[in-house]
Structure formats: C-alpha cells, structure tokens
C-alpha cells in the first residue's frame, strides 16, 4: 500500500459508514513514503473524531510515527488516544503511546480507526 492508496481507503470507508454525517480529511503527501493526515469527522449522534496521523510506508506494514485520535462532544474530550511523549506516561507498559480517560491516562496500543469509530459508537450509545 502507498499513501494514495491508503487516504483512498480511509475515503471509502468514512463514505461508507452510516454513523459517519461529515468529513474532512487534509493530507500532506511528503515524498513517495510519507504521509501527514489530519482531519474530522462527524457522526450523526453529534460528537466529532478530530486525528492527525504522520505515516511511513513501507513494502509489507505501514510505520506510524506520530498519531492522536481524539473524541469530544462540543468542547468536552471524552477520550484521546495519541504517541505523545507526555512524562506522565512514563510508567506505562504502551509507552509513549497511551490513551487520555478524563485526566487518567491508561495503557493503550496504537489503534486504527475502525477501531476507535467502533468505540465511539459504543461510547454514544452509552450516553443520555
């Protein structure tokens, strides 16, 4: 995979998905390899996925060097994952990459964004 074939992918699957009202993607293509992504996406339910992805790509795996996926609905964050090198991090088995619970930071592995979107809907439905 390349990175036209990856943000094509991402399209496709932000296109497809019914939960999903709304998106922006802005893409940085640097080089042959590299890829810098951000952007938001809007779910029907009212919250809103903001992401910033910096990205290698290699022949067999794709290496993600710098990531966040962040989860808010208006202005309040109900959960962020990122690589951030935060020190308060540190202690835990993931380092540096970590996932923001309120002001609790847990132990998470890097995650992909079928993932994260499918959290999300769990965490909407959950809401009043």
Not at 12 to 39: K, M, N, Q, V, W
Request: overall charge negative; charged content about 20%.
């Amino acid at each position: 995979m390349n990175p036209s074939e990856y943000v094509a992918a991402l399209h496709h699957f932000l296109h497809a998905h019914p939960a999903i009202a709304s998106f922006h993607l802005a893409t940085d293509y640097r080089g042959e390899r590299f890829l810098y992504l951000s952007g938001k996406v809007e779910f029907a339910h009212g919250g809103t996925l903001d992401l910033k992805e910096f990205l290698e790509f290699h022949a067999n795996h794709v290496e993600r060097y710098h990531y966040a996926y962040n989860y808010r609905m208006s202005e309040t964050v109900h959960f962020r994952y990122d690589n951030a090198p935060d020190p308060r991090a540190k202690h835990l088995s993931t380092y540096p990459s970590h996932k923001h619970e309120g002001e609790t930071l847990v132990a998470a592995s890097v995650p992909d964004l079928a993932s994260v979107i499918a959290e999300i809907l769990r965490h909407a439905s959950q809401e009043p």
